[in-house]
T-cell receptor, first 114, second 110 residues
Framework: GAVVSQHPSWVICKSGTSVKIECRSLDFQATTMFWYRQFPKQSLMLMATSNEGSKATYEQGVEKDKFLINHASLTLSTLTVTSAHPEDSSFYIC??????????FGQGTRLTVV | QKEVEQNSGPLSVPEGAIASLNCTYSDRGSQSFFWYRQYSGKSPELIMSIYSNGDKEDGRFTAQLNKASQYVSLLIRDSQPSDSATYLCAVNQAGTALIFGKGTTLSVSS
């Protein structure tokens, strides 16, 4: 399957700081990438859909000014958690679509805000 | 509200048995159906995709889709302890994001 690389795999930051997570499609061009968040023992919750060259579409209840998404190229999307707080601690996962069918996931980023 | 429902489990089966995982979805417009496996602390891994009614087999895995009943299932034959994980059902329409169920935890005992 297609390879999606996500970095970093884990990060610990202080409350009030910002964290950037990168998602790259390594062997294909992804016009659309998706960002999910997963709390312990919960399912993946879609946060936003990221389209190359345009503004991201956020799901209801997700603060777009807090979770900044940039999709500057066909192989890179970034999620920046601004002014992070302990309640933002979660597992963040990106995915990219291939041929409008299967979605392949990055390795995920474990964010811990202290 | 588009929903995907799964029994959270845990589903416990002995090694070598058949594990049966079920999923229902609310959006009749759904066109693509997927099963992902997720180990604790890891991101989901695609196991099976199915797009038309009937069965699709891949090794020990068989996906079954019934669009009239809005039902999709995954059968795992000859279950192994390494199959112990959470299995996520996901559905979508073309061009949209996947909507995931909460997952079913499978435990295969040796």
């Amino acid at each position: 399957g297609a390879v999606v690389s996500q970095h970093p795999s884990w990060v610990i930051c202080k409350s009030g700081t910002s964290v950037k997570i990168e998602c790259r499609s390594l062997d294909f061009q992804a016009t659309t990438m998706f960002w999910y968040r997963q709390f312990p023992k919960q399912s993946l919750m879609l946060m936003a859909t990221s389209n190359e060259g345009s503004k991201a579409t956020y799901e209801q209840g997700v603060e777009k000014d807090k979770f900044l998404i940039n999709h500057a190229s066909l192989t890179l999307s970034t999620l920046t958690v601004t002014s992070a707080h302990p309640e933002d601690s979660s597992f963040y996962i990106c995915s990219a679509r291939v041929r409008n069918t299967e979605a392949f996931f990055g390795q995920g980023t474990r964010l811990t805000v202290v | 509200q588009k929903e995907v429902e799964q029994n959270s489990g845990p589903l416990s089966v002995p090694e070598g048995a058949i594990a049966s995982l079920n999923c229902t979805y609310s959006d009749r417009g759904s066109q693509s159906f997927f099963w992902y496996r997720q180990y604790s602390g890891k991101s989901p891994e695609l196991i099976m995709s199915i797009y038309s009614n009937g069965d699709k087999e891949d090794g020990r895995f068989t996906a079954q889709l019934n669009k009239a009943s809005q039902y999709v299932s995954l059968l795992i034959r000859d279950s192994q302890p390494s199959d112990s994980a959470t299995y996520l059902c996901a559905v979508n329409q073309a061009g949209t994001a996947l909507i995931f169920g909460k997952g079913t935890t499978l435990s295969v005992s040796s």
